[in-house]
């Protein structure tokens, strides 16, 4: 399972905006002691789905074109 952590609104040069999402993957393990959430491996990818690397704090680039964008929140 993955759940999404954030949502961050950017902007590209040309200013289009964007959404930026923080997904977690989630494994959901049920034993004796009850349900189990272990987290783990983190990605970003826009609403489109198209993968995001981490730059900075303020900014992101698009993996398929090298764009980048950055925070406005």
Request: glycine residues 8%.
């Amino acid at each position: 399972m993955e759940e999404a952590l954030a949502h961050y609104r950017c902007a590209s040069d040309d200013g289009t905006y964007v959404t930026v999402v923080d997904y977690r993957h989630v494994a959901i393990e049920t034993g004796p002691a009850g349900v189990r959430y272990r987290p783990g491996a983190r990605r970003l990818a826009l609403t489109t789905g198209e993968a995001v690397r981490y730059i900075d704090a303020r900014t992101f680039e698009i993996v398929a074109s090298g764009e980048l964008i950055r925070r406005l929140d």
